[in-house]
């Protein structure tokens, strides 16, 4: 392709095939990732557990921020729903929470409001009137004023909206809201599970009603002065109030708390969490790891035009060198891979992709992950790529969550499931120099 206008609008739609959101089910890039992840599968792990249950409930389902979790759990929402069962699922940092700032409270109301939504043949009496109580006081700390002089669903979806809009963009009412609202989660608890009951009365026999609530593994970590945290006083701490509802629900979880010295209460709590790993692309001593090397050239193959696919060399890359290097230097992190496309292609004038381009990427990259390791982080980093292990302690589950540490997964010879860590590749080279 000589014309430059074209080559400009390919480049154009190449760029935005690799932007960084969750695919839906049935989406043509999809890339079954399972033999390099520990065989980890939601619509096993999770799903069968929802299915087979007769009791109620309550997962934590884990990994690093931009790893696939959302597209995995929009995938198991629609196999059960395939199967007849109603799946109530949300994004609690897109409209209802603050990652920044994130308490029980919120989790609890957007909650609610999503039950509202999901639930319209349920009758909103008992929330509506739960909400009504609450009315004066919300009223004296609310930009706008609450009306549910009305009671139907219209009023409550918009109402409760309304609060969790607040809650999540307003710091100075943030608080206020959550003060007035803290003392009576209990009775919204009962209100809430009233409604439920009377949705599923109108359901089917036999069929599940499960919430999934995701993107609760992005709420930042905040230590209190008594030295717990914010992610501690929500799923450790509230356990009971999070489990209280009258459905089967999957929370997301930081993977900071996964690996602490909470991992035995939270299961005890919640049952064995489900953890996504990166994809592995090497082997613990270093070496390419072809089949994991091959899924994430499959990924790139999949979202380039299709009259590219059939050749990624020479028509995207250069080489398979280049190709390969982008691939590893992303450690197997989905969210990374898609990223260091972007930046190659922004710093691309013509294709094929070539050697320059990929590494300006990663040195982008590498400044990123730099900026993100403090001082006396280094040193437990390097520890960590040179013994493939981590610890339980507070500095490591930072780097877990910051993603400067990735965790990887497989199946040795004897068919048992081996977990090792390393420091993300884009940082080898600033770990060799110190």
């Known amino acids: 392709m000589t014309n430059p206008q074209d080559m400009e609008e390919l480049l154009d739609e190449m760029y935005n095939a690799f932007t960084p959101t969750p695919l839906q089910p049935g989406d043509p890039a999809y890339v079954d990732c399972r033999a390099v992840r520990g065989d980890e599968d939601v619509l096993e792990d999770l799903g069968r557990t929802v299915r087979r249950s007769n009791d109620l409930t309550y997962q934590l389902y884990s990994g690093y921020r931009g790893s696939g979790k959302t597209t995995e759990l929009l995938r198991l929402k629609k196999d059960l729903e395939d199967r007849g069962h109603v799946v109530v699922y949300f994004a609690a940092d897109e409209a209802d929470l603050s990652v920044q700032d994130a308490q029980y409270t919120d989790i609890l109301l957007a909650c609610t409001r999503h039950l509202l939504r999901g639930l319209k043949q349920a009758n909103p ?136 010295r909470w991992a035995t209460e939270l299961k005890d709590n919640y049952g064995i969490p489900q953890v996504l790993p990166s994809i592995m692309v090497r082997q613990e001593n270093g070496d390419t790891y072809q089949p994991g090397l091959e899924i994430l050239i499959t990924i790139i193959q999949l979202r380039v035009p299709e009259r590219l696919q059939d050749a990624l060399v020479p028509k995207v890359f250069e080489s398979e060198v280049v190709l390969n290097e982008l691939c590893l230097v992303s450690g197997g992190y989905a969210r990374d891979l898609v990223q260091l496309m972007q930046e190659a292609i922004n710093k691309t004038d013509t294709l094929p992709i070539r050697e320059r ?14 900026r993100a390791v403090e001082e006396n982080q280094w040193a437990v980093l390097k520890e960590v790529r040179d013994t493939k292990e981590i610890d339980n302690d507070e500095v490591q589950r930072s780097l877990l969550f910051s993603r400067c540490v990735l965790e990887y997964r497989y199946f040795d010879k004897e068919g048992a499931k081996q977990t090792w860590y390393d420091a993300h590749p884009v940082l080898w080279r600033e770990l060799d120099d110190r």
């Open 125 to 260: 009496a008992p929330i509506l009137n739960w909400l009504k109580a609450r009315l004066q006081d919300l009223n004296a700390i609310m930009l706008t004023e609450i009306n549910v002089d009305d009671v139907n669903l219209e009023v409550g979806l918009k109402e409760f909206a309304k609060i969790t809009a607040a809650v999540r963009a307003e710091p100075g009412q943030r608080q206020k809201i959550r003060e007035q609202l803290e003392p009576h989660t209990e009775t919204l608890i009962q209100a809430l599970n009233a409604f439920i009951v009377d949705g599923k009365s109108h359901l089917p026999e036999k069929t599940k009603l499960l919430v999934i609530a995701d993107n609760l593994d992005r709420i930042v970590p905040i230590f209190r002065d008594n030295g717990r945290s914010n992610h501690e006083e929500i799923f450790l701490d509230r356990h009971e109030q999070l489990k209280a509802l009258d459905c089967h629900i999957i929370y997301t979880v930081p993977i900071s708390m996964i690996y602490s």
């Open 357 to 370: 381009a990929v590494r300006r990427a990663a040195d982008a990259l590498r400044d990123v992950y730099r």
